[in-house]
Structures are given as C-alpha cells and as structure tokens.
C-alpha cells in the first residue's frame, strides 16, 4: 500500500515538472478590466534604484516626466562628431548674441542745393552692417548720387552712381547694398538748372 502511494507521487511529480516545461515564457501585461482597456502600470523606484531601461525605446502618445531628468550620449550627435550631448551655434565656441547688431541711421533733413553744388555726407562706418539702404529725394532739380566705399581713405572706390531727376516735381529713389564694406561716403551733386532740394536717409542692420 505504501509502495503504491509514493509511486503514485513520483508520477505525479514527474506530470508536474512535464507540464512546467511547456508553459511558454510570457511576458508580463496589464489586464483589462473587462471592457476592452487597459489598466496603467506605475512603476515607483528609488533614486537609489533607478529602472534600467536598454536598447531601443519607442513612446506613442502623450508622455509625462515629473522630477528632474538626467540626459546624455556619448554617440554621435552630427554627421562627422561625436562626444556629450552638445549644440553649439559657432564651431568655435565663441559667445553668439542674437540680434546685436547695432541699427544705423542717418537723415540730413530737408536741404537746398544750387546749381552745380556738391555736398558730401559721412564718410560713415558700416563695417558692422549686413545691408545698407539709401532712400533719397529730389525736388525741383536733379540730383546725382555716388556711394563711395572708402577701403583706404586714399584710394576711394565708386560702389554706385545713379541720378534722382526731380526736375519736374518730387521724385524719391531707393538703393540697397549688401555687405557695404568697412565705410562709404555719400556725394550729391545738383545737375539740373536752378535750386534743388533734396533728402537722403541712411540705414541699416
């Protein structure tokens, strides 16, 4: 009878430890509630214990992040370097401000001109500028504008000519010059018959 008994548990034993084997590995998931969702999993570790996470991780939806966060990578961050986790705007890691460039403008007002005068306005620096613009106005005369960029003081170069011809009226005319150099000088020439007024403003960024 004994004998009977402990072979009836070794076979039980067996049966069990078959059966453990074919129980597949899972993994572990929320339940539902019973209509179709899922519940959330709160994981709660201590700073001390941090939940290690490796590999690739993927988020969908809406993520919230409450505490602190510490974040670094020691892989590549752009084509052709690698190091920690840094975006720098000059490669040369020089401060950069953005928008300080300092505004430019000058307006000689309102004045008169007699026939064949030349009135010379700056010389101006504008080695800080990106763009330069020049808006005149000729009235009752014509007036000859040159913008003269003055790379040494000696040695002027003409940057542009034109003519604002308000023999007839009031005639205004607009001129915009990128990069316009270390400084330039305005000169204005009456060229029509009589008295000319004009206006000239100058600006830029």
């Not at 070794?10 to 509630?33: D, K, R």
């Not at 959330?40 to 809406?62: E, I």
């Not at 305005?186 to 029509?192: A, P």
């Amino acid at each position: 009878m004994h004998s009977s008994k402990k072979v009836l548990i070794a076979i039980g034993f067996i049966g069990a430890v078959v059966a453990f084997q074919f129980v597949p590995e899972s993994v572990a998931q929320a339940q539902g509630n019973g209509n179709g969702t899922t519940k959330d999993v709160v994981v709660v570790n201590s700073p001390l214990n941090p939940v290690p996470v490796t590999g690739q991780l993927a988020v969908t939806g809406t993520t919230t992040i409450a505490g602190n966060v510490q974040a670094s990578q020691q892989g590549p961050w752009s084509v052709g370097q690698s190091g920690p986790w840094t975006v720098k705007i000059d490669p040369a890691q020089n401060a950069v401000a953005v928008g300080s460039t300092p505004g430019f403008y000058q307006d000689t007002g309102f004045g008169a001109m007699n026939d064949g005068a030349t009135v010379e306005l700056g010389p101006f620096d504008v080695s800080k500028l990106s763009n330069l613009r020049l808006s005149g106005r000729a009235v009752n005369g014509d007036i000859h504008v040159e913008l003269i960029l003055l790379v040494e003081p000696a040695f002027p170069i003409l940057l542009d000519k034109f003519t604002i011809a308000g023999e007839d009226g009031s005639i205004t005319a607009t001129r915009v010059y990128p990069e316009p150099g270390r400084s330039v000088l305005v000169r204005l020439t009456e060229s029509g018959p009589g008295v000319s007024n004009f206006h000239i403003v100058l600006s830029g960024h």
